[in-house]
């Protein structure tokens, strides 16, 4: 379009107009910065000015819900308005998810999660939800050096192997649920050592509890969760499943190291929106967010449980996830997982 076909008369001033308008005028622009001044009237309110609830996919207690209460916190006393942890756990987080996808787009109702939320749809099966096209990517959290696998019966990966061997398919792991990155660790151990093992779901904390107690020979869990089990001497870490130890448990070889040397697995939590939320509103909660991850507690949370902190800004995390729903779907379909 040129300049001339949208040209129009300058606006009208308070000195322009007639004698007998100018009070008028006056009124008038009085009325509108009156109007434009009290809440609700003239202008929207700005964000946030209530409450905003996080949904957590897993029990309290577990790493999930213990980073995103450490979140919570600082982005409420950031933000001006408390920021209400809520815990949906069921279908490895595909309810949560369900939730987040149908609440309005408005920052209000949000979602911190894990690679878990790519997985279930990398799997067979229909969901209520697409896990890229309806959300919004706001905050990558932080990312692991793997996981680590823990036990009470064996003290080496070794002997554990020898074991499956010696007894196939008798030997238990616990897991989060079908297609938790738990599970997947699991089958991709069974595959990588040609052993037979049987997964054992579950949907509570007492997964770590029942590793404690026997009940279950196994799991690979994150070390938000494993550190503490490890220090404390109630587990014992076997072997983790990143490319490095992570710096929590220097002494707890990768599985690289042990002889399986394409083994890589690394989790990664962070939040999302409905989607279609503004612009506007994810850069504020992404600020916020970074702000949290910068804070003293926040980072000896990250650091003792061997996780690092995220960079990625929402378009980056767009593009992460896109990128691991490709890679989840092929793994899921070489490991035979899928929706039971």
Same mark, same amino acid.
């Given at each position: 379009?040129?300049?001339?076909?949208?040209?129009?008369?300058?606006?009208?001033?308070?000195?322009?107009?007639?004698?007998?308008?100018?009070?008028?005028?006056?009124? &008038?622009?009085?009325?509108?910065? #009156?109007?434009?001044?009290?809440? &609700?009237?003239?202008?929207?309110?700005? #964000?946030?000015?209530?409450?905003?609830?996080?949904?957590?996919?897993?029990?309290? !207690?577990?790493?999930?819900?213990?980073?995103?209460?450490?979140?919570?916190?600082?982005?409420?006393?950031?933000? !001006?308005?408390?920021?209400?942890? %809520? *815990?949906?756990?069921?279908?490895?987080?595909?309810?949560?998810?369900?939730?987040?996808?149908?609440? =309005?787009?408005? !920052?209000?109702?949000?979602?911190?999660?894990?690679?878990?939320?790519?997985? *279930?749809?990398?799997?067979? @099966?229909?969901?209520?939800?697409?896990?890229?096209?309806?959300?919004?990517?706001?905050?990558?959290?932080?990312?692991? *050096?793997?996981?680590?696998?823990?036990?009470?019966?064996?003290?080496?990966?070794? %002997?554990?192997?020898?074991?499956?061997?010696?007894?196939?398919?008798?030997?238990?792991?616990?897991?989060?649920?079908? !297609?938790?990155?738990?599970?997947?660790?699991?089958?991709?151990? %069974?595959?990588?050592?040609?052993?037979?093992?049987?997964?054992?779901?579950?949907?509570?904390?007492?997964?770590?509890?029942?590793?404690?107690?026997?009940?279950?020979?196994?799991?690979? +869990?994150?070390?938000?969760?494993?550190?503490?089990?490890?220090?404390?001497?109630?587990?014992?870490?076997?072997?983790?499943?990143?490319?490095?130890?992570?710096?929590?448990?220097?002494?707890? =070889?990768?599985?690289?190291?042990?002889?399986?040397?394409?083994?890589? +697995?690394?989790?990664? #939590?962070?939040?999302?929106? /409905?989607?279609?939320?503004? /612009?506007?509103?994810?850069?504020?909660?992404?600020?916020?967010? *970074?702000?949290? @991850?910068?804070?003293?507690?926040?980072?000896?949370?990250?650091? %003792?449980?061997?996780?690092?902190?995220?960079?990625?800004?929402?378009?980056?995390?767009?593009?992460?996830?896109?990128?691991?729903?490709?890679?989840?779907?092929?793994?899921?379909?070489?490991? @035979?997982?899928?929706?039971?």
């Amino acid at each position: 379009m040129s300049d001339t076909s949208s040209r129009r008369p300058p606006p009208a001033t308070l000195r322009d107009a007639p004698p007998l308008h100018r009070r008028t005028v006056l009124a &008038g622009a009085l009325g509108a910065a #009156f109007a434009a001044a009290l809440p &609700g009237q003239g202008r929207a309110a700005a #964000f946030p000015d209530r409450p905003m609830r996080l949904v957590c996919p897993f029990p309290p !207690g577990v790493a999930t819900d213990v980073l995103a209460r450490a979140y919570a916190r600082y982005v409420g006393e950031e933000l !001006g308005q408390p920021m209400v942890v %809520e *815990n949906r756990p069921g279908a490895n987080g595909v309810l949560a998810s369900t939730v987040v996808a149908k609440a =309005p787009a408005d !920052g209000y109702t949000l979602l911190f999660t894990t690679g878990s939320h790519v997985a *279930n749809a990398a799997m067979a @099966g229909t969901l209520q939800y697409r896990p890229v096209d309806d959300f919004t990517a706001v905050f990558l959290a932080a990312q692991s *050096n793997g996981l680590a696998r823990i036990s009470t019966k064996f003290s080496t990966v070794a %002997e554990m192997v020898a074991a499956a061997q010696a007894a196939p398919g008798k030997l238990t792991y616990a897991t989060s649920g079908v !297609g938790n990155v738990t599970h997947v660790a699991g089958a991709m151990f %069974e595959k990588a050592a040609g052993i037979d093992l049987t997964d054992v779901p579950y949907n509570s904390p007492t997964l770590s509890t029942d590793v404690m107690g026997g009940q279950v020979d196994m799991t690979f +869990i994150s070390t938000v969760t494993a550190v503490p089990l490890v220090k404390t001497g109630k587990v014992k870490a076997l072997a983790t499943t990143g490319t490095k130890r992570p710096p929590s448990l220097p002494d707890v =070889p990768t599985l690289q190291e042990l002889g399986y040397k394409d083994f890589d +697995i690394n989790g990664y #939590f962070g939040m999302l929106a /409905p989607a279609g939320l503004s /612009p506007e509103v994810t850069t504020t909660l992404y600020r916020a967010l *970074n702000k949290a @991850g910068e804070t003293k507690d926040v980072r000896d949370l990250l650091a %003792e449980s061997s996780l690092y902190p995220s960079t990625l800004d929402p378009k980056a995390f767009d593009a992460f996830l896109r990128k691991d729903l490709a890679y989840q779907t092929q793994l899921m379909r070489d490991l @035979g997982i899928k929706v039971q």
